[in-house]
């Protein structure tokens, strides 16, 4: 069925070589996105979390603007529009970046920052989960502001988030597909382009769709070595958080478990 | 830098609008058709069905690990060859990008539904049913009137994010080319050139539907929580 794939295209390549460089793009952008995503995401998530009124409203203003708008209007607007409401020299400049790079970097960007928002919710949350008496017990020990947050409250809060940031890693990697829209030519883009020009559309998609499986299963493997490796001690392992985290949520919010005390 | 003319927005409004409608609708039907599915998956899922629970589980697995542009492709290509296995005759039958796209969203949706609603299910105390069972409720009635309302409301905030989720995920059908509120506005700017103004535009209006629906899902679930403690 994948023999196809191994027939020469027009460019004197091989079908399976344009899916090669199409996984290329997508390790790429999901990559490199993922660490600007990861480096914005920590120091807005803790601007959530601070007393001071202005950084706490700007980092709230930054989650809610790149959580509400679509990944793909996003995309559109670092693409398109950006070039244009920057000063002439420097969006002229920046149009004239060549073909795939022209795409390649709105994307990334456009990837990471809004992986960053989603990210900066869970590392808030992960602060949040601490109990009071690590910030209290620094700042009797006299750490200041910085460096209660540097030594005792980062550390711990990204510990205990590894188990929900795997579900941002899984999004940021097929969030990769929508860079298609701007013409990147990353996985998903080159799966249509043999399916259009072979006919062969099962074999293009199916193959495809086997590849992102593949790096699903490495991204939750991975994922689930590192939460092994940062693991605190008698808090909840990455295997089971999926469930528990939706199962706590479900209980917190809902009347039922209460109401069935009563019954109890 | 060109002087930005935003009565532009104005004229094009009536278009943009019947662009959104065109995305609400979506959502909706969508949203209907996947928590349907959804929660017969989950029931599936909950009952360990023979067979038919691991075939559940492999199809929501791999929505859940491959784009979703991906799977609008797949099935702008795989509902026509379906549909037409099953009218009998064999030959394609092409429906159009419009309901391929409700059918597809639904069917993708109705995985993530239903992760929810089984992950419910599991939170119902065992009490209920044992309770079922002692007023001697048929399964049908127990789950019907018993279950899972309290599954629907429990499980509602969560529910109603993963709504906006998909609210927000139904731009994607510009790949289809189908007119919903971006797909509209990006054939206004190949028209009139005004790429920044319609692009802009587009995403105040998701901006601000968005925000507010996340808003009274907060409070939403803010009552949920104090109905709780006051219990």
């Not at chain 2, 949203?31 to 629970?53: D, K, N, R, W, Y």
């Not at chain 2, 099935?75 to 990008?97: E, Q, T």
Request: hydrophobic residues 55%; neutral net charge.
């Amino acid at each position: 069925m994948f023999g196809v794939l191994f027939e020469q295209t027009a460019d004197g390549q091989r079908y399976i070589d344009w899916l090669l460089s199409g996984l290329g793009w997508t390790l790429a952008l999901a990559f490199f996105g993922w660490w600007i995503a990861f480096a914005v995401g920590v120091v807005v998530g803790i601007g959530r979390t601070v007393r001071n009124r202005f950084f706490a409203a700007l980092a709230r203003m930054y989650v809610e603007i790149f959580r509400n708008i679509p990944v793909l209007v996003q995309m559109f607007l670092w693409y398109f529009v950006l070039p244009e409401i920057l000063p002439d020299t420097l969006g002229n400049a920046i149009k004239q970046i060549p073909p795939p790079w022209g795409s390649f970097f709105p994307a990334l960007l456009c990837l990471g920052l809004y992986t960053a928002a989603r990210i900066a919710e869970q590392v808030r949350a992960g602060i949040e989960a601490l109990p009071k008496g690590q910030a209290e017990a620094a700042n009797a020990l006299g750490l200041g502001g910085y460096l209660t947050y540097r030594y005792i409250i980062i550390p711990q809060a990204l510990r205990l988030i590894v188990p929900s940031l795997t579900s941002e890693v899984m999004g940021i990697y097929k969030n990769t597909s929508v860079a298609l829209t701007i013409g990147l030519m990353e996985l998903t883009a080159q799966a249509r382009q043999i399916s259009e020009v072979t006919f062969q559309t099962f074999t293009a998609f199916g193959a495809a769709t086997l590849i992102y499986l593949a790096l699903a299963l490495i991204a939750y493997q991975s994922m689930m070595l590192i939460d092994k490796a940062v693991h605190i001690p008698g808090t909840a392992h990455a295997r089971d958080i999926a469930d528990q985290e939706l199962t706590a949520e479900v209980q917190q919010d809902g009347v039922v478990p209460d109401a069935m005390e009563v019954v109890k | 830098m060109n002087s930005l003319d935003f009565s532009i927005i104005l004229q094009a409004w009536p278009y943009l609008w019947s662009g959104l409608l065109f995305s609400l609708a979506l959502t909706a039907v969508a949203s209907i058709i996947g928590l349907i599915l959804g929660t017969c998956f989950a029931l599936v899922q909950h009952f360990e069905v023979p067979v038919v629970s691991q075939i559940v589980r492999g199809y929501i697995a791999v929505m859940r690990s491959i784009p979703l542009i991906l799977v609008l492709f797949w099935f702008f290509f795989l509902v026509p060859i379906v549909l037409g296995h099953l009218s009998g005759n064999g030959r394609p039958i092409p429906i159009g990008a419009t309901y391929t796209a409700f059918i597809t969203f639904g069917l993708f949706e109705a995985a993530y539904y239903s992760e929810i609603i089984r992950v419910g299910l599991r939170a119902v105390n065992k009490g209920q049913f044992e309770a079922c069972q002692a007023l001697s409720l048929s399964t049908f009635d127990t789950y019907r009137n018993v279950i899972l309302p309290q599954v629907f409301r429990v499980a509602s905030p969560i529910i109603l994010s993963q709504t906006i989720i998909l609210f927000q995920d139904t731009s994607l059908v510009y790949v289809l080319s189908l007119t919903d509120l971006l797909g509209a506005a990006s054939k206004l700017a190949q028209l009139n050139g005004r790429l920044v103004e319609m692009y802009l535009a587009v995403a105040v209006v998701y901006l601000v539907i968005s925000s507010a629906a996340s808003q009274f899902v907060a409070s939403l679930r803010k009552r949920y929580a104090l109905a709780g403690v006051h219990r």
